[in-house]
């Protein structure tokens, strides 16, 4: 089984989201989260703050720790091929400069704020589902219910 541990921001600004549109190798895209892949030695902090700047072309503060989603995605799903293991910390991230933009030579093809009332309506990853839901509970636990793949909502 692969693992990854990732960070994501969750940046709403007056009724919408900050989202990026991710195209894979195969062509294919989805919407999802700032966010990604904490390095080696990284601290998830600091992670998210680079991975905004790196997909977004823009700055942030961390307001606060929102929660931690862990999901398993099975072989048959997954892009590799096998069995993969997720896990993502999610911050509220409040953006303070810079001008939305592609990322350079990276999987990101655009950042748009989205009203959330119109996120049903993007095909997307369930990590913006799980964000908004932490967002909008802030369970004292920092954990929401798994949400479920299927239709627009892909792993």
């Known amino acids: 089984m692969s693992f990854r541990l990732a960070a994501y921001a969750?940046?709403?600004?007056?009724?919408?989201?900050?989202?990026?549109?991710?195209v894979w190798p195969s062509g294919e895209t989805n919407w999802s989260l700032p966010g990604g892949r904490v390095e080696h030695a990284?601290?998830?902090f600091d992670a998210v703050l680079r991975e905004v700047a790196e997909e977004t072309g823009c700055d942030g503060v961390v307001e606060?720790?929102?929660g931690v989603d862990s999901r398993v995605?099975?072989?048959?799903?997954?892009r590799s091929g096998r069995e993969h293991q997720n896990v993502g910390i999610f911050y509220q991230v409040r953006i303070t400069g810079g001008v939305l933009r592609p990322e350079p030579n990276g999987a990101?093809?655009?950042?748009?704020?989205t009203p959330i009332?119109?996120?049903?309506h993007l095909c997307r990853s369930s990590l913006v589902d799980v964000g908004l839901a932490?967002?909008?509970t802030r369970p004292k636990t920092g954990h929401v219910l798994p949400v479920p793949v299927g239709g627009l909502v892909q792993h």
């Open 10 to 22: 969750v940046c709403i600004d007056h009724r919408r989201v900050l989202l990026v549109r991710c």
């Open 42 to 44: 990284e601290d998830p």
């Open 64 to 66: 606060r720790l929102l």
């Open 73 to 78: 995605i099975p072989a048959a799903e997954a």
């Open 108 to 113: 990101t093809a655009e950042s748009v704020w």
């Open 117 to 120: 009332a119109e996120v049903v």
């Open 134 to 136: 932490l967002a909008r």
